[in-house]
């Protein structure tokens, strides 16, 4: 009988337990601490949120505009942290929503970057791809971060082309440091090409003389 009545506490009161999905203002306050950058990494906060119950609440504030966008980040970047398919799902949408951004254009940067978290893949790829032509500078440069963690030969191509249209210095420093992640021919033969040239000097500078 005691045995039977501890089991019964202990479901009720863990924390842990699947039978009680945190509301979105309780997820609110398990992200409002200074190490949530830490906290979003540990294996065991990641593990409670990969129950379709759990995940929801994660996706809500994600997607809600009614919550501050301090906090929506926080969960787009557990979402890349969770890592299944029902979060990239969720993330792939986000990315795709024109107005998903409206109020705070880091918001798609971090969605950007959390895409890069995933495995590989043809359709990722090319959804992801389409931030390197975004119109906010911090898109483009989380996407690019992104297509060097994927390591995907066929982003060499992209990243080439935004590399010559492309103004902003910053950028142009993440779609180099992507390009050396993938590590094709191709892309290292395109860095050689850039070394060389007369107008790069500030590139070359901010990346402390040599590429």
């Keep these: 009988m ?3 009545i501890f089991l019964v506490l202990f479901i009720i009161l863990s924390p842990l337990s699947s039978s009680h999905a945190l509301t979105v203002n309780e997820l609110l306050k398990e992200l409002e601490t200074p190490n949530w950058r830490e906290k979003i990494t540990d294996p065991l906060f990641i593990e409670r949120f990969k ?3 759990m995940l ?3 996706i809500k504030l994600a997607d809600s505009r009614g919550y501050d966008w301090r906090y929506r980040i926080r ?3 557990l979402l890349g942290n969770i890592g299944n398919n029902e979060s ?3 993330l792939l949408t986000m990315f795709q929503d024109h107005f998903f951004h409206h109020e705070c254009p880091s918001l798609k940067s971090y969605v950007a970057d959390a895409l890069g978290n995933f495995k590989p893949e043809n359709r990722l790829f090319e959804i992801l791809k389409e931030g390197l032509k975004d119109s906010e500078v911090l898109i483009r440069e989380a996407t690019a971060r992104s297509l060097g963690k994927l390591k995907m030969e066929q982003s060499v191509k ?3 082309e935004a590399f010559i249209s492309e103004k902003s210095l910053a950028v142009k420093i993440a779609i180099i440091n992507a390009l050396k ?3 094709t021919e191709e892309a290292k033969s395109f860095i050689k090409e850039i070394a060389l040239k007369d107008d790069q000097k500030e590139l070359l500078d901010a990346l402390g003389g040599s590429l």
């Design 75 to 77: 969960a787009i970047a």
């Design 88 to 90: 990239k799902e969720a």
């Design 2 to 4: 005691r045995k039977i």
């Design 181 to 183: 992640l993938i590590g």
């Design 56 to 58: 929801s609440v994660v």
């Design 158 to 160: 992209y990243l080439k």
């Design 51 to 53: 129950t379709p119950e």
